[in-house]
């Protein structure tokens, strides 16, 4: 950790202001250098270029051109940009639209009103390629490198439409300009200034493109190098520092980091490893003005074996990188889940990472020298025969990540054939082979950005597999329609079916709707509680106000956001609710703890082009720790400046805040409420009737007497529809001889006096004699002790007056125990456990007069 | 007396039987008694009966979500009812092949976690899991929620839900289980139906107010609610041999005396007595497990002495039974007792105190009686408190002396009173002093 905090980047700015607006005191610059102090490097990064910028999800940075930059008063550097998105950042129905496949290397020039093109100048990552193309045109198939994208089309959120020729041209221009740049600015800056990693990359573009495509079948997948880039940016963040994305660079800082987790490896090779960083690091001004002639070499068609060799170790190198990086920013990750996962996974992880960095050493060797390159491979190579055989175990547990990475295995193997020189294939074979496992080890093994959510789960992971798609089995018949004016308004009665609209709480939809407005206008977050008795409407109202904002959004009337729900009931631990949001966001799955540092961060941290969020929490009460840290946060992020959180907090009681909030949460909260009144007759009556939608299955009286009978017990929609349901069902069982009729009065009377009718009264005059007689002798003991209680001994003696008063044979001690014990399963009775046998207290779970009243009758 | 002599000319007919036949009978009669396998037919439910099957019919066929309690105290043949609806419901083609069932208990499935992991399993959703090892709770609970979200009202298979004892589902952390699954069964995603089985009456108490509000408040009572000539008929039923018995002539024999044997008026007098006691059919059950078991090749036909025979076997008094084994001297000791018991009104004594009680019988009274050593009585004492038929108040510490345990009598004076009339070899001096803790003076 010390050692990578040590490392900054600077950003500063190249040259002198072009201008500066005195009144708004911003000062325009025409480019920025980005300084990374440990490696020494530079990069240049001009106007008009093009740019990653660091996204709100690490697997996906942004693309950008650059066109502004400028800084403000506060001394903070700023950039405005052009925004391009990439195919995921399309809504998923939206793709369609376009009616081809999308190459993940294609971009769209972003003309979606409401993103924030201004853009802190830290949160560029580096500088790429964009190449305008003509709509029709294929993609050039051999700039296959991460460095380049290509845009076609622009998408302004509704549909996409060709380049313009103006915009056309310009980018066209910025690209030449930006391919000029790195000549330009060696006439003009000092050779020690331009960034070796610009050169490197141009270098490694140029050679892959000149010795003809015939090697380029090496994979390397777009996505995957473009979210390990981002994902290092990410992962620096999260180890709090900075650092240029070059690969040596990171070879150096990684390198003794990993050295004393290595153990495993053996300390010769950690010698070896460490021998090798000291070696590079001097070498390196020379490394690059080689690299320059090599370049010069591989323009030239490949004759040569060895300068082929070489190109390809270039080549090598390239990929390498790809790969390494891949593997490499595993490492702040690993620290951030260290807790959780086991020291046998860290070892293994350091294992193949450093032998990657091994490995990669030895094929970036040639480039710096060619006999060093030969030492190297000799001396490693024998060091990786070693670690081949404990590396064959980890190969074992990862066969199937091997097919995934099979085909980049088989290119470079059969690339080692074509020109098999100095290194044998088979060895190279193995090598690579190795190279491919740290990534699939990774992707099993680290739970942060899940980058591909369609991923096959592994094999061996003892965990409910991820993307498991549960479905419950399709029905073999279809499900019948309803036949008859009965069945159609019992269906629309179901609480499930939904209205076309709310009726009733038009109020609080407003109330709400305006709230969340406002908000998603702002771009800012806010919380609301909104509270009332069960079956009041408050899911649904929610619900409605968002599927609303979601047309409104599609619409473009208001900024588009994302929507997330979680219920406290369906969670098995408040802690989960942190899980659970950050998997409805972002797809990934994590542990609680981490995923609280994950939201914690996603929130803290100015995103640009973040989309507000809008949550839902229902069941808020269930949220309840201890502690409070859950409730806490969920309310802290949307007072944090950067978050666009939205909070829609539901629950049953009014002052919840106040009585099971800790001071600092409830403040949190905030005084926005908003609470539902149970329904009033009224209301029910009106629900009633807009669902039935004019179907003639109700008496009008019906209505209104199970509106008002239900009012006047709990204001309850779901209750009312339930009585309703059962009503239909009782006059279509009634009516089943004869002509279907509609309900009428006696049929919600009969429906509501089974569902709201105690059953005690039931149960008492349907007991048995005996069980009846034990009531009133309980009666009478209470009567005469005085005391509501007694045990079975007393009840036993007026048990045995009564039967003598009746003229009954008097039941046997076992069989007034049994009769106790019939009635207090029933809950008729409360009785202790049955241990104390006489002496067993009993009380009435019923008043007195209910018994009596029950019991008279007879 | 006509009853009589007919039953006994019956005896002196049927002296042929064989005892194959005795033995198909016994082995129909018990399976039809312990298994409680569902009848043909049930009594006096018939109500209950069809607002069930239509219940599950919607649901099969119309694919509708619902929510139901069957209420009834014990043995009121809750289950019989539930199992006689799903038997009537798979006869039909198309409920057979659409309905998936899962079959919860409470006092199996005792945590939520349990629970959810037996759904899955029953549902056999654990195929797309494969062969691995269930995840966490939180994970299955997320799994088996997105599951059910995923099916919708017209192309899912319906699935109904059964807790048994569902009662102890309710004190499940949080009630999480049912308020999903009473949440599923309203809202618009793969049609449920959940039927719970309690024989508490209280149990809407019990449920939290926003799964109480997702539970549609179906009840489906069942009371035993037949009269005692339905309980004559329910017997005769019960005792009757199929028609498909291999013996036609004895099935006719036996079945022709069962019809005969509640005109007999100690048979009315014994099921009136059981009736009075209890209406759960499981009793009746028992009884007529006893008496069926008297019969034998000699004894073919059940008659009204076996099942008055049965009915004095079935109200014994257990402890009274205990009673009837001691010892004159323990016998001594519990008189002893209820003496101290009648004057310090049921308060709790001590073995010194009812030595001292025993010393006095012993001195004034008893030539009989031999006068035993302390060491003897006390170990007569232990053996009374190992019987439980005297239980200490506290816990027996290790400091308190055994003689000064304050102890509590768990039998009533009656019993005592009823099991020494009963008890053979009484000394009458003993029962004398038993009547009356004075009749020494």
Redesign the interface.
Known sequence: MNTRQQNKITYSWYGKPMSSDRKLRTSQYKGILITSERSRTETCIQLGNFVLVEGENADQPFVAQLLGLYEDGAQQKHAVVQWFSHITEIPQNKRKLLKREISPQEVFFDQVPGYDTDIAVETIIKSIMVIPLRLGEELPVMLNKEQTFYVKQSWDGKCFKALSPDTFSKLKEARKKEGGIPNSSNSRIPSDIISPLKKETENVVRSTTKPKNVELEIESKHSASKSSLAKERHSQRVANDVKTPTARKKLQLNSPIRSPKGRLLGSEVLELLDDLCDAVAPLEPSATKRRVKFTGILGSPPKIPCANDKSKSVLDTAEDWQRFKDTIQLSPHSKVSDSSEKAKNLNMKDDTISLIGYQKRCSQSPVLSPCSRRICVQKTNTRIAEQVSILNALELNQEEDFLSSSDSSYSSNSEEEKDDVLCTPEKKTKSSRILSTPKSSRKSSVHTPAKTPKKTPLPG?????RN?????????????K?ASIL?EA??RL?????PESLPCREEEFQDIYNFVESKLIDGTGGCMYISG???TGKTATVHEVISCLQQAAENDDLPSFQFVEING?????PH?AY??ILELLTGQKVTATHAAVLLAKLFNTPGPKRKTTVLVVD?LD?LWTRKQNVMYNLFDWPTQKHSKLIILAIA?TMDLPERIMMNRVASRLGLTRMSFQPYTYKQLQQIISSRLNGMKAFEEDAIQLVSRKVAAL?G?A??CL??C??AT?ICE?ASQKRTPEIVRMAHITEAID???SS??I??I???????QIFLKAILAEFRRAGVEEATV?QV?HQH?ALCRIEG??S?????IM??CS?LG????LLVESSN????MQVRL?ISQDDVMYALKDE | MKASAMSKRKLKESSGVNGECISQVQKILRERFCHHYAPEKLFGMDHQY?HLL?LLKRTT?????NSALV?G??GSGKTALLNWVLKELRKMK?VR??L?EVHLNGLLQTN?KVALKEITRQ?Q?EN???D?????????????????R??D???????LFILDEFDLFVHHK?Q?LL??LF?IS?????PVTVIGLT????ILELLE??V???F????I?L???FDFKQYIRIFKEQLSLPAEFPDESFAQRWNNNVQRLPEDKTVQDTLQ?L??????LRSLHLLLMLAVSNVTVHHPLITASDLQEASRQH??????NIVHGLSVLEICLIIAMKHLNDVYE?EPFNFQMVYNEFQKFIQRKAHSMYNFEKPVVMKAFEHLLQL?LV?PIERPSVRAQREYLLM?L???N??IMDALQAYPNCPTDVKQWAASSLSWL
């Not at chain 1, 498991?468 to 019948?480: K, L, N, V």
């Open positions: 992971t003892p965990k409910t597999p498991a798609t549960p479905e419950i089995p399709r029905r073999s018949h279809a499900a019948q309803p069945e019992r269906l179901h609480v499930s079916a939904i008795v069960p079956g009931m369906k969670l098995t631990d989960q899980v659970q069941e269930l049953n709990s309850d779901r209750r339930d009585v349901r059962r069902e069982f089974e569902m709201f059953p005690y039931n149960a005059r349907n007991a048995s004699l005996h069980e001994q036993y045995i009954m044979q039941p046997t001690i076992s069989e049994a009769i019939r399963a029933c809950r008729l104390k046998y006489l002496h779970n | 069809r239509e066929v119309h694919g509708e979500s209420i105290p014990r198309q092949e659409n998936l939520d549902l959703l797309v899991i494969g691995k090892v269930f995840g966490s709770f939180a994970e299955n609970l997320a799994f088996l929620l997105e599951a059910l995923k099916g009202r017209t192309s899912s298979c319906p699935v949080n999480t308020y999903n949440d309203q809202s618009a995603q793969t024989c508490r009456q209280d107010k926003r109480k509000s997702r549609s408040h179906r009840q009572y009371t035993n609610s007595n009736f009075h006691y209890t209406k759960d109200r014994m008094d257990s402890r009274a049921g439980e239980k509590n768990l039998l009533d009656n019993q």
